[in-house]
């Protein structure tokens, strides 16, 4: 582990990490859209079961820091949601190879948000919520990026309240990802040692996220969900041809 974190590619790591991190405690989602794409150039091993925990740990401070914000009877939807497609996913990951997969959800992201630029309002509803879950389950588990099927859904809300949603909703989730893929025999101690080794830098661009929080409670949200969103599309397509 010390050889990696020594060297250039274990320090872009940790800058990706930094940088994730920020955006992480900034909005809400967007950690492994970021981090995972490179640190999968890396080293293989950090996608999807490290990235998935790291992403929990931060989602957890998140969710913490802001929990008064937490809108509990959205977390019921989308989490039965995510609990569906988690098992269907480890599953699925034994028919098709992961690029397949992100290929497909790569151009349902950025066809949804050309859709939201063309004028489609998503509402916040209980159906919408659901769906997002179902949606993010799949994606999460399968790439590990799973958030741009609910910031979609929360692109016309408060900051705070859909910044300390998802949060809450990723640190279930995740965990909820993480199970299936150790019942399907993805995921074990190697991967939760990658994960603890790189936490720290995760951690402390968490803690610099004060800027970006700034922002999107002055109502930038839609643009920041349309902008991040479109780039998970963009970085799922170019893993899937690259």
């Avoid at 399968?142 to 741009?148: D, E, N, Q, R, Y």
Wanted: aromatic share 10%; proline share 3%; with cysteine.
């Amino acid at each position: 582990m010390m050889d990696l974190l020594l060297s250039p590619q274990g320090i872009a790591a940790a800058l990706a990490l930094v940088l994730a991190g920020a955006v992480q405690g900034s909005t809400g989602f967007g950690f492994n859209m970021l981090a995972a794409p490179m640190l999968a150039i890396i080293d293989a091993a950090f996608v999807p079961g490290p990235m998935l925990a790291m992403a929990i740990a931060v989602s957890a401070g998140g969710m913490v820091r802001e929990w008064r914000d937490v809108s509990r009877q959205d977390l019921a939807f989308s989490l039965t949601g995510r609990l569906l497609a988690a098992g269907a996913a480890a599953f699925c990951l034994q028919l098709l190879s992961p690029d397949a997969f992100a290929a497909v959800f790569g151009l349902g992201v950025l066809f949804a948000v050309a859709l939201s630029l063309l004028g489609l309002k998503i509402e916040t509803t209980r159906r919408s919520l659901f769906f997002a879950g179902v949606l993010s389950g799949f994606m999460g588990t399968l790439t590990s990026i799973g958030a741009p099927p609910m910031a979609m859904v929360y692109q016309n809300t408060g900051g705070a309240r859909m910044r300390a949603t998802l949060n809450a909703f990723f640190v279930v989730g995740g965990v909820i990802s993480i199970a299936a893929l150790f019942v399907a025999g993805s995921f074990g101690s190697s991967d939760l040692l990658l994960a603890g080794t790189m936490l720290p830098f995760a951690f402390l661009g968490f803690l610099l996220s004060g800027w970006g929080r700034r922002l999107v409670d002055r109502g930038h949200v839609k643009l920041v969900v349309l902008v991040v969103s479109a780039a998970s599309g963009l970085v799922l397509l170019l893993r899937a041809f690259s």
